[in-house]
């Protein structure tokens, strides 16, 4: 696949994925349908919307492709149902999560390098178009964030080191379909393994 085709298809993908965290965090808090597609809305375009603000890509892209709003919506009513039908358990909303953050981080940090920005603002790009959308997703919910908990299991870290993997291979000269594939399989193993084995890093506290 080569790399012009690339950015749309994570895009879908990530877009579904954060569509469906939206509707697992709403699970048990109340929330009817239409409550509850906003807030899939919201998880799936935060961070991109936020990105292309900071970049000044205006209108943001999901505003320019009206494939990408029609894909949220029905993943959410689909979704909705889903859940409505069968109990899954909370490490679903971390697994989706995570494969959400792993997708919108190699989103956004591949903007930024194709933006001819410097490194380390392709690597912030990337971080907040990872964890934003899941920011705005626990806030209205009335959780604290995932990337602020104390105990957060490698959230915000992970996209930084996985965006740093594929600027630094790009600056290699990996190609950008492999560097992406790289760069997203660090996110989401560092996000799973820190879940599974509850790798933090330290808590602040005074002595």
Same mark, same amino acid.
């Given at each position: 696949m080569n790399a012009p085709s690339l950015q749309p298809?994570? @895009? %879908?993908?990530? /877009?579904s994925v954060s569509a469906i965290s939206g509707v697992l965090a709403a699970r048990g808090k109340r929330i009817d349908l239409f409550g509850v597609v906003v807030l899939?809305?919201?998880?799936? !375009?935060?961070?991109?919307?936020?990105?292309d603000v900071l970049v000044g890509d205006v209108p943001v892209v999901w505003l320019r492709n009206p494939d990408y709003l029609l894909n949220a919506t029905l993943t959410a009513l689909a979704a909705f149902f889903v859940v409505r039908?069968? %109990?899954?358990?909370?490490?679903?909303?971390?697994?989706?999560? *995570?494969?959400?953050?792993?997708?919108?981080?190699? /989103?956004?940090?591949r903007k930024g390098v194709s933006l001819e920005l410097s490194a380390s603002v392709a690597v912030l790009l990337g971080v907040v178009t990872g964890v934003t959308?899941? /920011?705005?997703?626990?806030?209205?919910?009335? @959780?604290?964030?995932?990337? !602020?908990?104390? @105990?957060i299991h490698l959230y915000a870290t992970a996209a930084l080191l996985g965006a740093i993997a594929f600027v630094a291979l790009r600056a290699a000269g990996v190609a950008e379909p492999l560097a992406t594939v790289?760069? *997203? *399989?660090?996110?989401?193993s560092l996000r799973l393994a820190g879940i599974r084995w509850k790798i933090s890093l330290p808590v602040f506290e005074p002595r």
């Open positions: 298809v994570l @895009e %879908h993908v990530g /877009i899939a809305l919201v998880t799936a !375009f935060g961070g991109g919307t936020v990105r039908l069968r %109990h899954l358990p909370r490490a679903a909303l971390l697994v989706a999560d *995570a494969f959400a953050l792993a997708l919108f981080t190699m /989103i956004g940090t959308g899941g /920011i705005l997703r626990d806030v209205l919910t009335g @959780e604290v964030p995932l990337v !602020f908990q104390p @105990e790289a760069g *997203a *399989a660090s996110v989401l």
